[in-house]
């Protein structure tokens, strides 16, 4: 009496992969992407920290030449040269991201504020709620629980 084995043959040439071969490149796509997006938005953050730095150091240059052009009422003055407060910091698109306020204001002194505006992509930037710039080129910065974040901003 002959055995005959009810079992599939591979055919000569065939090929595949198996479902363990399939679930590991799955769990290694997976791993890798659990590493790169936190990363990534890390990366768009600092980019979008590195507008409004630039944009609060444009504003101080511009309030710098306002007060040149008229010493009598200095960093009050309203010439041509003066920028306009709010002021926005926006993409290659024209989306306002950063709000440039100036809440401290006299002929001697000013304060620069930079914040992220909501529902932009600088929203969620927690580390850096405000960043803020004065005449003396004294820079800081503050996380949204209001502790000194400056090394990290600027």
Do not use: K
Request: charged share 15%; net charge positive; with cysteine.
């Amino acid at each position: 009496m002959t055995l005959i084995r009810n079992t599939p043959r591979a055919r000569p040439g065939a090929a595949g992969f198996t479902l363990i071969e399939i679930m590991i490149a799955v769990v290694i796509a997976a791993l890798l992407l659990a590493i790169a997006v936190p990363s990534y938005r890390e990366q768009t953050r600092r980019g979008y920290r590195s507008l409004a730095t630039a944009g609060l150091m444009d504003r101080a240059a511009r309030l710098e030449r306002c007060a040149a052009l008229d010493p009598t009422t200095g960093f009050l003055a309203t010439n041509a040269a003066c920028p306009t407060f709010p002021s926005n910091v926006t993409d290659e698109a024209g989306a306002a991201l950063w709000a440039i306020t100036i809440p401290t204001r006299t002929a001697t002194t000013y304060t620069l504020q930079a914040r992220p505006v909501a529902n932009t992509p600088a929203a969620g930037d927690t580390l850096c709620a405000v960043i803020q710039l004065t005449q003396a080129g004294v820079r800081s910065a503050t996380n949204s629980s209001s502790a000194d974040s400056t090394a990290r901003c600027w």
